[in-house]
């Protein structure tokens, strides 16, 4: 009852003005949002809808831009928009309560519940899925490599179930490394299911919706399905807005519908260990891994169960982003600021929720104990040292440092660089090594190794042994490798074609990279991709041109 009247005040007060810690006040959070949003409203582009809550109480609840352009319906606190991988907390919470029924156990071997996964010759347990460190390579990024990205064609939790079950390796050995993947929270729909006895849909309405009074709060497991109030998403096109629409039936990674009310009760819930949130639950949520891959042992990872823990400017942060097709969702709470929870939710594939959030959090935070780094800008001679060509570890990605990357870093006073994206490079100092060892922001460490000083040229002799058919058995997918002048061209299916074009030797960039493997004699046996969330398939080679 609590939480549904906090519904009802969401729906019915515009705004409030609370008390700060210190007696003074807040500002004005609706001229606040009003112009955080600004870009936003206008009655012939898509937008957002925010909503802050502080200590229980409702501070300001908005909506601007429109919910759907072609019937010209705005957008209000009461739109629903689909919440991308804000979804996974929910999923988490499923995956506990049956913990807590005692059928299940977190650190139970998937397989148990999952027989179709191969062995992979070491635990593989619930916990991974939860906390990204199965190391399962990228459901999407697998369907991808088949000719059948995201949104070519309708996918199905079964989908997801064949892809994943089908590979033979893992990007990494479970626990070693934090890598996200949707491919974990898809398998953990199907354990909740099967565990369960009932569909996903229904258990999590009966045992999180419906307790905690999210009415609004629902799975889109059926795209086709009618659902009143809901926002349509939208890509800006070169032509104006098109719309961009999920349309596939996988939930669990994602696939969450809901509305800024029902989020902000949802982290009022957590805040407050309120049933069926109890503190065990919340404590299993809350409980952060620690990784044991090089470069990462015994770090913490930030990631929890669903539930990014972080912080802002030195204040402690809890949060989660989404991204589907044209929807943008973020939601954040800052536990030692009275709870202070911030749901921002977009239909526009250009909105950054996260930024929006940060600008209301920083009108609200007084005296932030964190300060900024302290930057200089780059010498020129310094920066040179680290011009190159460069190959990851882990994926063989390609780093092209040229002379303009210098306007998107900066110089730190131990002699590193940093990042804008919010990451820093060293340069490799382990005896013999010439590279750059890359800290990102979650002190995830990632090595390079330096191949050159300029891309590959190959002539058109060098590009021909790397021409012929390339089998994936774990995709189930022929390849077909042919040259287009000076690039290589790479087709899983009739009409599906990527291009790819030199960057060291052997290797080829584009959207991931594509490496080939050479016998002992120089002859070319097999054809490697890579990507951040796919480290490494092999398809060998069958036949040459």
Sequence with gaps: MRHRLIAAILLATPTAVLSQGGGSRQPDLTAVVDRVFA?????????CAVGVAREGKVLVTRGYGMADLETGRPITPETIFETGSVAKQFTATAVVLLALDGKLGLDDPVRQYVPELPDYGQPLTIRHLLTHTSGLREWSGLVELQGWPRGSRVHRQADLLDVVTRQRALNHRPGEFYSYTNSGYGLLFTIVERVSGQPFARFTTERIFTPLGMSHTRWRDDFTRVTQGRAQAYSREADGWHLDMPFENVV?????????????????ALSNRTPPLSAAVVDSLSRRPRLAGAGSRGRESQYALGLTFTSRRGVP?????????????????????GNLSIAVMCNAGTANGNAYVNAIADSLIADFPGRGLDTTAVDSARFSRYLGVYRQQRTHGALVVSRQSARQTRALPDGSLYLLSGSRVLRDTAPGARGLRIIEADQDTLRYEYVGEQPWTPTAAELAPFVGSYRSEELGVTYRVALAGDTLTVSPRPGAVRRFRPVYPDAFTGDGVVWFERDRRGRVIALHFGQARVWDLVATRTSAP
């Design 317 to 337: 942060e809890v949060s989660h982003g989404g991204a589907t097709a044209g929807y943008r969702t973020f939601l954040t709470r800052y536990p030692t600021q």
């Design 252 to 268: 669990g990674p994602g696939g969450l519908l809901s509305t800024v009310g029902d989020l902000l009760i949802w982290n009022e």
């Design 39 to 47: 870009s936003w409203n206008s009655t012939t582009s898509p937008g």
